[in-house]
T-cell receptor, first 112, second 113 residues
Framework: DGGITQSPKYLFRKEGQNVTLSCEQN?????MYWYRQDPGQGLRLIYY???????QKGDIAEGYSVSREKKESFPLTVTSAQKNPTAFYLC???????????FGQGTRLTVV | AQSVTQPDIHITVSEGASLELRCNYS??????LFWYVQSPGQGLQLLLK??????LVQGIKGFEAEFKRSQSSFNLRKPSVHWSDAAEYFC???????????FGAGTRLAVHP
């Protein structure tokens, strides 16, 4: 089955640690996206990538980093510089031109 | 700047009643518009989309939406709500200039039996 897989579903991080969220897709989509979701704020774009080895900052990129070494994979690292990382993180992918976005099931990150 | 406004944060309806969720967008060109639904702790699922043509679009689960350019609106409707429709609904517009989706803040729907 084609789709987007995010792992892990739940992640706990100690303050000062970096953590990496995984996102893999087998839809052969060129574009991939990371969104952060907080209650009452909808989805905010962190980073996006339209093609392998290229990515752009979204609206709230500070404290995050990404890589796009393979078409299928777009991991997100939440660094210790992100002051309020507790949130629900969603990965999405689409064809070029963004006909529609397909979403993974999300990763809930909690700082402990 | 492009934006999407969903004026209603929470809506409660009785099962079997009709539903309309409002969405207003700000976008200079012809918009690509979407409605997504999210169950608690899950990802987003596409309900329907509008690119061009007929302004009334049909989606999955019995939902429809009407694009009204004069009102910059893309409201989602369902004639008879089921308890399983309780979820959060997001309207989005595709920003071609920035090659990204812009989402509204969402409307949380509760369904009373």
């Amino acid at each position: 089955d084609g789709g987007i897989t995010q792992s892990p579903k739940y992640l706990f991080r100690k303050e000062g640690q970096n953590v990496t969220l995984s996102c893999e897709q087998n839809l052969n989509h060129d574009a991939m996206y990371w969104y952060r979701q907080d209650p009452g704020q909808g989805l905010r774009l962190i980073y996006y990538s339209q093609i392998v080895n290229d990515f752009q900052k979204g609206d709230i990129a500070e404290g995050y980093s990404v890589s796009r070494e393979k078409k299928e994979s777009f991991p997100l690292t939440v660094t210790s510089a992100q002051k309020n990382p507790t949130a629900f993180y969603l990965c999405a992918s689409s064809t070029q031109g963004h006909t529609e976005a397909f979403f993974g099931q999300g990763t809930r990150l909690t700082v402990v | 700047a492009q934006s999407v406004t969903q004026p209603d944060i929470h809506i409660t309806v009785s099962e079997g009643a009709s539903l309309e969720l409002r969405c207003n967008y700000s976008y200079g060109a012809t918009p690509y518009l979407f409605w997504y639904v999210q169950s608690p702790g899950q990802g987003l699922q596409l309900l329907l989309k509008y690119f061009s043509g007929d302004t009334l679009v049909q989606g999955i689960k019995g939902f429809e939406a009407e694009f009204k350019r004069s009102q910059s609106s893309f409201n989602l409707r369902k004639p008879s709500v089921h308890w399983s429709d309780a979820a959060e609904y997001f309207c989005a517009v595709y920003s071609g200039g920035y090659n990204k989706l812009i989402f509204g803040a969402g409307t949380r729907l509760a369904v009373h039996p």
